[in-house]
């Protein structure tokens, strides 16, 4: 199976901050990844897919880059909204694996 | 739009099995694979496997293939997924998810909370 490590577990920061979570595949995805967000007790929802993709309707202040095993998901200006867990997913073979999460919280 | 709606919430026994819906509308259920995936209290996401109505087929993680059954009705695009032997490391959220054509989850049900108590 492809591990996902993804990293910090948590963080806190302020609104207006820049964050960057990462997240590394055990082996090389070939850009099969998406990012989730979930605000508590909540489904998680598609924020970006195919490494850098936006899903519909997500704001430009959501952003992914990488490619190999090394990949970035990054808020340019953390909005109020933006406090939740994010998850990266692989799909590029199967089983599908997520990474453990990283929790954003408010500084 | 697309919407996915899960059934309620369930309390179950040890040894028991638990069958959850997910009634899917605003697509063509036929068209997209659901995903079935699970989140234990303040856990990850694990996937379970998906159910692809095109082929009546499904795909399995090798964890749940000796107790998972997923089906679906075509006729009322809702689809099923059924855990059996359960045992209380199975309480979860259960989450059916919508497979974009490449393999990310770009619709999900809103989740059923799966409790598994003596």
């Known amino acids: 199976d492809i591990q996902m490590t993804q990293s910090p577990s948590s963080l806190s920061a302020s609104v207006g901050d820049r964050v960057t979570i990462t997240c590394r595949a055990s082996q090389g995805i070939s850009n099969s990844l998406a990012w989730y967000q979930q605000r508590p007790g909540k489904a998680p929802k598609l924020l970006l897919f195919a490494a850098s993709r936006l899903d519909s309707g997500v704001p430009s202040r959501f952003s992914g880059s990488g490619s190999g095993t090394d990949y970035t998901l990054t808020i340019s200006s953390l909005q109020p909204e933006d406090f939740a867990s994010y998850y990266c997913q692989q799909y590029f073979t199967f089983p599908w694996t997520f990474g453990q999460g990283t929790k954003v919280e408010i500084k | 739009q697309v919407q996915l709606v899960q059934s309620g919430a369930e309390v179950k026994k040890p040894g028991s099995s638990v069958k959850v819906s997910c009634a899917t509308s605003?697509?063509?259920?036929?068209?997209?694979?659901i995903s079935w995936l699970r989140q234990a209290p303040g856990q990850g996401l694990e996937w379970m496997g998906n159910f692809i109505s095109m082929f009546g087929t499904s795909k399995k993680a090798q964890k749940f293939q000796d107790r998972i059954t997923i089906t679906a009705d075509e006729s009322t695009s809702t689809a099923y997924m059924e855990l059996g032997s359960l045992r209380s490391e199975d309480t979860a959220v259960y989450y059916c998810?919508?497979?974009?054509?490449?393999?990310?989850?770009?619709?999900w049900g809103q989740g059923t909370l799966v409790t598994v108590s003596s």
């Open positions: 605003g697509g063509t259920f036929s068209a997209y694979p």
């Open positions: 998810a919508r497979v974009a054509h490449t393999g990310y989850l770009d619709y």
